[in-house]
């Protein structure tokens, strides 16, 4: 406590009155300020209709050759990003499903979800935000001692869709054209790597060829069964939630009574990876609950 | 290449048909659900406004508890702030001006900029994405052994202003937001920290009183100044472009004459960062180039 | 065709020398202001949703005193009203439905209409704009040599709808809202009208009464059942469309025979007006092709 | 009052049990459909910017056709857009400035108005409603005893404008889009007209042609100075408000005095009309208040 003569007690006065006159105009400017809240518009989500962030990698064909990515696919690669967009769902409950292939992921949040009163702002950007830092975070548990050389970018936006019908024929249009992609990206980099030829030479060779000439290429002059190639790789990446009851055991110890150890069984919800066709009836004839009745 | 004898030569045939058969409906189906693109709506910011692009940390209350945060201010956390808005700039020319304080960090975009077309979701996605992933790259630099606990979160959203008053005020919304909290917070854990107060009796001391007030508890109790606590606290951090004229000596060799050695000036820009009162109007007088003329 | 010697040959040129310039002038004058086009937001309506565009009447509570409408409803201006959604509904084939009450109407657009390119400020504007229009032109069908004192207003808003349940719950609401203002309206004006009450006394009687009240009131004290009053009152207005087959004569003249007269039957299609229930299951099933289905 | 027996009050009260029962579930209803209210999204338009509405006749070349109105320009036809433009503007206070030319309309609502809360479907539905109701309104007082044959429509857009060059620019737009229109569509009915070509002939001589070779037709051929045509034609009409300052005379009665007439002088707002060009600097430095500060 600091000693104050009269004189200190008139100083102290005196700049607590000056304090105080700065304050109420460092509060009015605050209020005088505070008008630019109203520029901000609102973008609430339609209600009723399931909402889409998809992500896509920035500049990632330079991303890849920087890293030394595989070609055509990259399995760390691949990995690093299911990581990430499992660590988006498992920070999001109302996620449904997400589905992911080469640099992009989609998100898809239920038709009723609240999160973030369906503030596409909002959505967008949390989903962009955590799954850029969890590619950063999770880098070395993929690609081990070797080095990220720089923070990656992804973009993104929001697309709702009205219908199950709908939302269906989103996912199943980017698994074609993961298929339609990768199709293409194995027997380039084939003739490339196996075949000896130069990159522009391979894309000359597959200018004007439909699928059947490219399985026929591989298969004839590479003996590769493009079928056979990995699922992962040809039908891209799907997160569901996956209920799992386990039985634990649990001490229990009831008032006046010695304890014991009793088995209880408990439902948890963890995400599950698919490598399976999401466009046929199949998927979603096992998986009931992933979409809402339409007529609701 | 492979020997395929008259029946392989059959089965090649069929395979090959069968493919096709494969090919031509997968690539009608590509097309069959190209449709859902039509549900992208576009969200085009207007034209002729500054965009700002605001990010705020998810949950950063408990993410500060769990990484033994410094109170009231971390200097390590404030400086991973600026290092990641840094990035965000270096990779965006058109961002003209940002500014930081606590967990929040504004981007502002030139009226004239026409990055990703002005697309509102672009914008703030990739401004989300690349803050996020720097600052999970740039954590080392400033928390040195410390591990990152898992990856941190950041939503943004986007709001435009059309005048250079507007755009100011925005500003100084912010740093008066800055000043408030900040004040708020350095006398309660002063009293807390040297006070030997607990943080309830902390909060019922400064329950209602004025900023003058928390200046005199200050400074009679603590001797304290409030005026001379770091500015970067009290003012938060504004990142601009500076130009640099820089004379290097280049080697110049031409034709059929022995190389010399020349002195050449050249102009760079780099972000410079500044922890000044940005609501009064001397900032802006010199610094002129950062806004535009309102009347174009 | 003038005469024009030397002097005016060389004054036409001048002048079309003068013209040149200031042709290119106005013409680069267009095209140096057609940025301004880019100021212009799209506002698409999401796709395979119901788009639904409301009116109201601006301050009709004060058109209608001014034009002495009946109370509790004037069936001429019901009429009216009626009149002007028809006219609204013929111009424009992608209304499936309309629905009107009092000084207000809906009209639901189908989920796969493109019309206008499914652009809402379109959409409202020739909805709001015709439908004024027709109220003005049909007056005198309605109000006879009563005079219109001046033009009257309304306003619209467009809403989305994504399924079947919803756009039915939309118009249950509206239907809903009929009902408990016209039961409200009827026993006040029964009370005033009847019953010798001043609008004060009226509404203080009706503070704080159920519907079941009011009904008590009407048929005790005035020996009226509400559940006979007109359904035009209780159940407002509903435009569909209604298939009609016409057998209708037609001269036929083959070529080298003589003409004769055949029956040709055709299809037309017209609107009908209906005043029932739309909050039950009957009116959808009786008209089962006004809803799409939900899963398309 | 009636008079009940005994059954009579069983009827009653069951009556009034099963009301109740009707009530409640009806109240219920409307809550229950209730929720389709938030599926109305927010239009809001950005603060500080300049709102216009634009309004277009729909199909009205058909309409002119249908109602015989003169060519190039039909002054009767223009009259009647202006007076219904005005009647919008009387009803507004908050349109500062309104351009129209042919069968368009623009309004400007001042950059502060928060008429509708800047709702923008509010505020084109309201301006298309009031200009189309308008439109039938006053038609007899323009085309008299020529009848309308039917309802018209016109549709709207709205776009918002940041800074005062934007706005300028945008009425010089539709400025220079009424010169280029009408030099045009004057020459070429002084074509059809006086020089007996059809309209197909016409055409034809004016492909290709600039702004000077169709006032040298006009001048050489016709002796017609488009120049010295009709204000309204070459430059449309805009709307703006007048300060009128009047002098009335007033009958004023002190108490316990004898009445006198005073001379009073009192300020009114009316809108009043010019044909004169926008695109320059006099007609705005004429008004100095129609356009706000920019940077507010």
Redesign the interface.
């Known amino acids: 406590?600091?000693l104050?003569g009269r004189s200190g007690w008139i100083c102290?006065n005196l700049?607590?009155?000056?304090?105080?006159?700065?304050?109420?105009s460092?509060?009015m400017?605050?209020s005088?300020?505070?008008?630019?809240?109203?520029?901000?518009?609102?973008?609430?989500c339609?209600?009723?209709?399931y909402i889409v962030v998809r992500?896509d990698g920035?500049n990632f064909h330079k991303f890849a050759e920087q890293h030394n990515f595989l070609k055509p696919n990259d399995d760390r690669a691949l990995g690093l990003m299911t990581c990430s967009a499992r660590?988006v769902m498992e920070?999001l409950d109302d996620i449904i499903i997400s589905y992911g292939q080469s640099d992009e992921f989609s998100f898809v949040f239920k038709r009723t979800s609240n999160w973030?009163k369906r503030r596409?702002?909002?959505l967008?950007?949390?989903v962009?935000?955590?799954?850029?830092?969890?590619?950063?975070?999770?880098w070395k548990d993929y690609f081990g001692d070797q080095p990220?050389l720089?923070?990656?970018?992804?973009?993104?936006?929001?697309?709702?869709?009205?219908?199950?019908?709908?939302l269906r024929?989103?996912l199943?249009?980017r698994q074609?054209?993961c298929?339609?992609n990768n199709l293409y990206n194995t027997v380039f980099w084939t003739l490339v790597q196996k075949g000896g030829l130069t990159t522009t030479q391979a894309e000359d060779r597959l200018k004007g060829t439909?699928?059947?000439d490219k399985?026929?290429i591989m298969?004839?002059?590479f003996?590769i069964n493009y079928n056979k190639e990995p699922l992962v790789h040809r039908k891209g990446t799907t997160l569901i939630w996956e209920k799992l009851e386990e039985t634990v055991t649990k001490s229990v110890k009831l008032p006046n009574e010695a304890g014991e150890e009793v088995l209880v069984t408990r439902t948890r919800r963890r995400v599950s990876a698919h490598h399976c066709d999401v466009?046929g009836n199949q998927f979603w004839e096992e998986h009931p609950n992933i979409l809402e009745d339409?007529?609701?």
């Not at 339609?46 to 209709?49: G, Q, S, T």
């Not at 962009?128 to 999770?138: D, E, K």
Request: charged content about 25%.
């Open positions: 406590m600091r104050v102290s700049k607590n009155t000056l304090a105080r006159i700065f304050t109420s460092s509060r400017a605050k005088k300020f505070e008008y630019v809240r109203n520029f901000e518009t609102d973008d609430t339609l209600k009723n209709c992500l920035r660590s920070d973030f596409a702002s909002k967008m950007t949390h962009a935000s955590q799954f850029s830092s969890s590619y950063v975070f999770y990220l720089y923070p990656p970018g992804f973009d993104g936006r929001v697309v709702l869709y009205p219908s199950n019908r709908n024929d989103y199943s249009w074609a054209d298929h339609v439909l699928a059947s399985n026929e298969f004839s002059e003996d466009i339409d007529n609701c």
